[in-house]
């Protein structure tokens, strides 16, 4: 979180500010405390997809890598590689 998405939270929870110094009552507190969880959540929970979308696309990778090898032999591995690597971005750059 940024220090400004910090001070909209603040804001938006009824917390007032008076030259860098900020007033709340209790339930201004919570309010803020609560969109504080709240906006952690959703950022872990984003982080989360995309770390599964990365170990699920990896897995597809080694499992097509290890293949690849089968088929190849490995003295053109690297080759196979190179060229799994560049289909592998063009797909992503495609957006497919």
């Given at each position: ?65 290890a293949n ?29």
């Open positions: 979180m940024t220090r400004d998405d910090t001070i909209r939270m603040a804001q938006e929870a009824g917390v007032s500010n008076a030259n860098d110094v900020w007033l709340a009552h209790l339930d201004g507190l919570e309010r803020f405390a609560d969109l504080v969880s709240a906006e952690w959540q959703e950022k872990c929970n984003t982080y989360m997809e995309l770390h599964d979308a990365v170990v699920k696309d990896s897995d597809r990778l080694y499992a097509a890598v690849l090898i089968r088929v190849k032999g490995r003295h053109n591995t690297e080759l196979a590689y190179q060229r799994l690597i560049a289909a592998y971005d063009k797909r992503e750059n495609n957006g497919l």
